[in-house]
């Protein structure tokens, strides 16, 4: 089953309008069908007599249909007609058949025999051909068509036995694709603005009228027969054959039509010149391939031959018109002349010679005459024959100036010889003749002239000869004329040198007429003699007088690489070099030496110049490398460098280091100290540091460190004591000297170890503990601890206070207690002393068991400060058989506070961010119990100090303020909050900030301004006080940005640009700058800069893309006078110089469509942008309406 065949898409249908519009009925029951032909498309039928009719669109054929139906269709293989009817208008359509409709057992419907067999469904844009005489059955018809497609590789339908049909469609489609392809290439080249009109038919044979129409039919006949033979020898191995055949054929037709065209006319024939014009070959084209091939205009190839018909014939001229005028031909000469007509590179015969004979006209311009022989008086020419051009030449006219040397001549023979001798003439004089020949019909042109003279005596002596400039290797001489001799005599130079190194005399060098000459490859800075000789043709004159030149001495060589002369010292060295081996021919009068520090050799100094050959180089950095070079100079001029010599200085010990400082706070029995590199290096980097700490005697010092480190830290130390230390560096060149002497104190130390404590009991609940002040270590004791229990090894503090002696109480009867004592300074807590035993004899109140701080939720009034206050609660203990009255609260350096019976207190008046130790004791009418154990608290700090406010960033119109340490992005949690106040104009200061962030960015001020600001940071403690002021000012404000310039084409090449004007800024004058850029790949220039808001433009470049834009300049006035402040550039406009020309078409399909290219500026991007985004937003904003709240 073959494959469906694929669609007719809408512009490869058929569309056979049979605009049956409206159909006419005539009584005899007959109906006229009007076939509408449409533009571009051609219509063909066979009449009645047999021959082919081709009707071209637009156009309407009526056709007779006797019953009014549609007349039948034939339609390729796989398609089928259907017949639509629309608003009253019938049409035929040609569309796929289904594969339903093509049973395997039906046979294809078999085209026409004159059907084309290889055209394929997609290419059907044809009208079908109706018979216009009487009957309904269609006749044979040839399908005109337009091939917009190859359909070579289309798929063949192998199914009954129709496979030899496919492949002949396939081959003759490969071949008609050759042609047309060879057709197009033609009209490519003869004319690309012209569209080809469609190819008349898919066979190779192309019908065409010829004159007769015997000629016609038989050509016809033969396409016929030949269409005939290609059906019968379907699938024979002759089909390419075949092909090429058809190809030929389809030349000859048209070498046929372009052979016939007619022989020239001859016309207004001259000497020199004559018109030909011929008649254009006219042809009847039946065929639309070889009408649109033929339908190029023709050109003419015009040949001539003045040998006779059978000699060679030259092309002269090639052109598309019926006629034109030869020139340049030979007088009095015959020609054969022809034609040859070309079209698309076809050409066609020959057509017949026609012969002619130019006229007689005067001689050609005879040749300048020449001496056969000379004297002091006379001068004897001879001339030769020249061309008659067909009359006899009857005269030679010879002339001359008579010596005079002007360009008026007089004749001085006129004969028909060809000599003549000129006599009674002057010696050693100039004369110049010309020649001119003449016949019946006129003279011709006057020879070249030429000069001759007459025989003289020998020139006189010259003068030497002087020099014009020297050189190293040349000399340039020039001498005048000897003097008595005339200025057009014929003297000729012979210059002399003489070497005297060579031994060889005097050798001539120049041989001339010329008064200058130059001598080169000589030797520098040498001496050479010169003498002149002049001669004529009557012999030589005597030699000038001899002069001598030198010739320049050259450069001189590079002197030796320079050397260091004895030792290399840290700040100085000698060097010393040795002189050029070629002077250059002159002695060397001066050197130069050029020194650079380091290894690169970027910067050169001259450090000497002189005539010495040894320098000395001083003021040098210790271990630094130095580069130096040598040049001369003399009178040739200056040397080449001399090779580069390297110089290290050595290094030396490194000077004194700046004091050591402490790292921190001292401790007791350590110190922490740092010190930087010194100063001066010595040239080598520091490897060790020693630290030594002196004695006081300051003879034996102690080293504490040595090492490469910055920093150490001294340990064992005694607390309270003061140190001296002192520092050194060293490289490899040893230690340098040592810094200055740095005292520095340890901290205070932990006071030594009390003696025992002396117990006495007082009561059955008290008893008085005693002690003595131990060593403090460099800090006052300024509390002692004492520690009392049950337990040995489990006590608890019971006194902490300055005093020598306390009294325990609240003790149980009977009862041993131990206790022990401590002393403390600001260092800390010493040693405690030996553990005391001793025993109550009676019983006092019970301590405290619970005793604890309040926080601020647990109170019902708050605390007035929290850096001053503490709030603490207890239990009430047991009181052993008496009310307790009152309790004591004790909390470290001050007295105990006695309060009454209440269990929780307020301790006011204390120190901020202070640790304190709180114990309770309770007290009966006995006497006072023992203190509760002890708890710390710790006061809050006071509010913080404000930070220093820096300005980090500063425009015209904003300030970047940063303050404290931390970064951009503060948590809102943190513990500091930051207040920031501006000043404003009535001098009172307002709220910016508030809030945890260490920067803000002041916005919407005025440019040129100091503003003045203050800061204060706040706590859970409160607001701390305000800092001091601080002033910033804001910059100037630039220009604000210029609108897209407009551009205004005056000429092809003349532009005017202009823009909007700014107005003038705080007085501050503006100027503008506008810049263009040529191209795509190049950089934007400035072309102007001035006040005016337009600027012309002129030498433009034609075809060529410009770029302009334009920036407002500020023009600020300061300290130092006016300064440029250059505001932001506009957007580019685009200007494309093109020549204006008119578009031409020859074809009225075709139309031209110019692009323009446009830019978007900045503004109507954003704008674009903005409203893109927009849109998007109102889009989620309804899908999120309806499908998720819904």
Known sequence: MAENPPPLDATSRLNVDLSLLPPLVNGDGTQVILVQVNPGETFTIRREDGQLQCITGP????????????????????????????????????????????????????????????????????????????????????????PPHSYADQESHPAHGRSNYIHRDERTSKAYDRLQKKLKERQANGSKDKISSPSSSPHK???????????????????????????????????????????????????????????????????????????????????????????????????????????????????????????????????????????????????????????????DTPMAPRVINRTKHSLSLQWKVTCDNGSKISNYILEWDEG?????????????????????????????????????????????????????????TPAAPQLIKAGVTWLSLHWSKPSGTLSDEGICYILEMEDETSGYGFKPKYDGEDLASTLKNLRRSSTYKFKVIAYNSEGKSNPSEVAEFTTHPDNPGSPSKPLVKGKIHAHNFKITWEPPKDNGGSAITKYVVEMSEGVNGNEWDIVYSGSAREHVCDHLNPGSTYQLHVYCISKGGQSLVSETLQVQTPAVPPGPCQPPRLVGKPRARELQLRWGQPPVIGGSQVICFKLEMPASDLNDPKEVYQGSDTECTISNLLPGRMYSFRLRAANKAGYGPFSE????????????????????????????????????????????????????????????????????????????????????????????????????????????????????????????????????????????????????????????????????????????????????????????????????????????????????????????????????????????????????????????????????????????????????????????????????????????????????QLKENVCDLNWEPLPAMKGDPIVYSVQAMVGKDSEFKQIYKGPET????????????????????????????????????????????????????????????????QTLSDEQCAALILALFAVVSVLIAFIVQYFVIK
């Not at 019953?67 to 049409?91: A, D, H, K, L, T």
């Not at 019909?441 to 006057?446: Q, T, Y």
């Open 404 to 460: 005079k040397g002007s360009n008026e001549f007089s004749q001085c023979y006129s004969g028909p010889q060809k000599q003549f001798k000129v006599t009674k003439l002057s010696p050693a004089v100039a004369y110049r003749f010309k020649l001119a020949a003449k016949n019946e019909l006129g003279m011709s042109g006057f020879s070249e002239e030429v000069v001759f003279y007459t025989s003289g005596s020998v020139p006189p």
């Open 741 to 1048: 002497k740095c005292e520095i104190c340890t901290a205070a130390g932990c006071p030594d170890q009390c003696k025992a404590p002396h117990v006495t009991c007082k009561t059955a609940t008290c008893v008085h503990v005693s002690w003595t002040v131990p060593a403090d270590n460099g800090a006052e004791v300024t509390e002692y601890r004492l520690e009392w229990g049950v337990v040995e090894g489990v006590m608890q503090i019971c006194y902490c206070g300055p005093g020598l002696g306390y009294e325990v109480k609240g003790l149980s009867p009977a009862t041993t207690y131990f206790c022990r004592v401590q002393a403390l300074n600001i260092a800390g807590a010493g040693p405690f002393s030996d553990v005391v035993l001793c025993m109550t004899p009676a019983s006092v109140p019970a301590a405290v068991g619970f005793l604890q701080v309040m926080d601020d939720d647990q109170l019902d009034v708050p605390l007035e400060s929290q850096s001053t206050c503490l709030a603490i609660e207890w239990e009430e203990p047991c009181d052993h058989g008496s009310e307790i009255t009152s309790y004591s609260i004790d909390f470290g350096e001050r007295q105990p506070i006695i309060v009454d019976r209440s269990t929780s207190y307020v301790i006011q008046n204390l120190q901020p961010d202070t640790t304190y130790r709180l114990r309770v004791q309770a007290i009966n009418s006995i006497g006072t119990g023992p203190f509760s154990h002890t708890i710390k608290a710790k006061t809050k700090p006071l509010p913080p100090e404000p930070p220093r406010i820096e300005c980090v960033a500063s425009t015209h119109q904003i300030l970047k303020l940063k303050w404290g340490e931390g970064t951009a992005k503060t948590l809102a949690s943190d513990a500091i909050q930051y207040v920031l106040q501006m000043e404003d104009k009535n001098g009172r200061y307002s709220t910016l900030y508030k809030g945890p962030c260490h920067t803000y960015k002041v916005q919407r001020l005025s440019e040129s301004t100091y503003y003045r600001f203050k800061i204060q940071a706040c706590n859970e403690a409160g607001e701390g006080p305000f800092s001091e002021v601080y002033t910033f000012m804001t910059t100037i404000s630039p220009p604000s940005p210029l609108k897209a310039p407009r551009l205004e």
């Open 59 to 146: 156009a309407q054929v009526p056709m007779v249909s006797p019953n009014g139906s549609v007349p039948p269709i034939y339609v390729p293989p796989g398609y089928v007609s259907q017949v639509i009817e629309e608003n009253g208008v019938r049409r035929v359509l040609v569309l796929p058949q289904q594969p339903e409709f093509h049973p395997g057992s039906h046979p294809p419907i078999h085209p026409h025999p004159y059907m084309p067999t290889f055209l394929h469904p997609p290419v059907l844009q044809h009208h079908q051909m109706y018979s216009t005489g009487p009957g309904d059955v269609a006749t044979q018809y040839v399908p005109q068509h337009h």
């Open 205 to 363: 044979c192309h019908f065409v009228s010829l004159t007769s129409e015997q000629n016609e039919q038989g050509i016809l006949e033969k396409c016929i027969e030949k269409n005939k033979q290609d059906d019968e020898k379907e699938g024979t191995p002759e089909k390419d054959a075949k092909i090429s055949a058809d190809e030929d054929a389809d030349k000859k037709v048209i070498e046929a039509v372009l052979s016939s065209v007619s022989k020239p006319m001859v016309s207004d024939i001259q000497a020199r010149t004559v018109v030909l014009t011929w008649a254009t070959p006219s042809a009847t084209v039946k065929d639309d391939a070889a009408s649109d091939f033929l339908s190029e205009p023709y050109s003419y190839e015009v040949a001539i031959s003045n040998g006779g018909k059978d000699e060679k014939f030259k092309v002269v001229n090639v052109g598309k018109d019926e006629g034109v005028t030869l020139q340049d031909l030979k007088p009095a000469t015959d020609y054969h002349a022809r034609v040859q007509a070309v079209c698309n590179l076809i050409r066609g015969s020959p057509s017949e010679s026609e012969s002619f004979r130019t006229l007689c006209s005067e001689p």
């Open 1094 to 1157: 337009t600027f012309q433009i002129s030498n433009l470049q034609l075809n060529c893309e410009y770029r302009f834009r334009v920036c407002a300049i500020r023009q600020c006035q300061g300290t130092q006078g006016f300064h440029d402040l250059v505001g932001p550039y506009s957007a580019t406009v685009t200007l494309y110089s093109q020549r204006n020309e008119t578009p031409t078409s020859n074809s009225k399909d075709t139309t031209e469509a110019t692009k323009t290219a």
